[in-house]
């Protein structure tokens, strides 16, 4: 029985390599596999797990964010953000890339939605970058690896969906992740300087045109308002103020005054907010009860014991474990989307971690890492799709594969580097537990 577990595995991420629909392919292969070798009546405890699901209060941040992320698109904000941070920093060789770096983590804290950030950027900074006689490559890989921040500076979908997949409070998932996404922020800017040092010709400084006196007053005005969304929604959590779900509430209420205030708040607008929020929600939900499903029926085909048994049984321990499952991650992610992973892979995973010792905190942060660089890794990184879609018509495919080759490097290094010293992402939630006693 438990061979037909894995059989049903390998035949879902098979149609899902093909293109077939995520949610529909978990369904059908659960339906089918389950109904063949458990029967039908086996699916009688599947509406009691769906009604889990609806009723789950951390996962209503979930369209709570998502509304946050696309009125803040609507708003103005990162177009403003682009043109302050290339004024301030355009005087430094590589100054472009460093201001493209902090947009995108400030559009992480806040939008987190990284189509739109990787669209945005490279419609209004690539020109831009490529006119003042940046390198292709660097260009690009700086605009898509900024992007996919979101993925890991909270509040993050991802770390939502982790965070209820693996069993751990989405608020001190948030306060692990700050560390190791501020981590990988550096290390992106830290590059592009001593790239920028050692060629100075891949990234030089902007013209002295394209800079003013008045930037004081520009930076405050550009500044002050996201980081005031950042720490109402995190700040809520961090302070013990509210829970996720309700400081998601705060973020959509920040973000509709925001967009009030730069004037684009408009019944168009929302009307488009709530079409996306409803679809990427919608959408979401789907594949999750597919994954119960097909859950449900990998339990019950013996599947989780079988991987149970093989992954304890490797040599090494925990170090072994952990090494296959970041590379099995890793692996998937040149195909999978990160929430195909997340609903198959993730909870075959978490249960073994655990039973290992694994602080189940660190490993959420481990996968949140390591699922970031689905979205860069060729040939199906979405980040990179969304960037050449938006980029000037000279700007071709292989040039972004190559631009890209360097952060992914960055962000398989910042994984080792929280894998081997916990306490990266351990420390922030320590401290505030430490202080709430």
Known sequence: MAIWAIVMLAAAIALLMLGYPVAFTLGATAMLFGGLH???DFFALLPLRIWGIMTNF?????????????????????????????????????????????????????????????VTMAVIALPVMLKHGYKAELATGTIAASGTLGQIVPPSIVL?????????????????????G?????????????????????????????????????????LIPPLALVFAVLGSIFFGIASPTESAAVGALGAMLL????????????RQAMRSTTRMTSMVFLILIGATAFGLVFRGLGGDDLVHRVMTDL???????LLLSMLIIFILGFFLDFIEISFIV???????????????????????LNLQTSFLTPPFGFSLFYLKAAAPPGVRMEQIYRGILPFVAIQIAALVGVALFPQIALWLPTLMDQIAR
């Open 38 to 40: 458990l029967g039908l």
């Open 346 to 368: 993730v909870p075959i995973l978490a249960p073994i971690a655990i039973h290992l010792g694994i602080d189940p905190l660190w490993f959420a942060v481990l996968i949140a």
């Open 182 to 222: 501020l981590l990988l922020i550096g290390i992106f800017m830290l590059y592009i300087l001593l790239l920028a040092k050692w060629r100075p010709s891949q990234a030089p400084a902007l013209s002295v045109d394209d800079r003013d006196g008045s930037l004081l007053p520009r930076v405050i005005k550009s």
């Open 160 to 180: 939502i969906l982790l965070g209820d997949i693996v069993g751990v409070p989405v608020g001190k998932l948030f306060m692990a992740a700050v560390t190791p």
């Open 58 to 118: 951390t996962l209503l941040a979930v369209p709570l964010f998502v509304f946050m992320g696309v009125i803040l698109e609507k708003s103005g904000l990162a177009e403003e953000l682009l043109e302050t941070m290339g004024r301030l920093f355009g005087r430094l060789r590589g100054g472009m890339g460093v201001s493209i770096v902090i947009v995108g983590a400030l559009l992480a804290a806040t939008t987190g939605v990284v189509g739109a950030t990787v």
């Open 259 to 270: 967009a009030a205030a730069h004037r684009r708040l408009n019944l168009a607008n929302l």
């Open 315 to 321: 040599p090494g321990g925990e170090w072994g474990f």
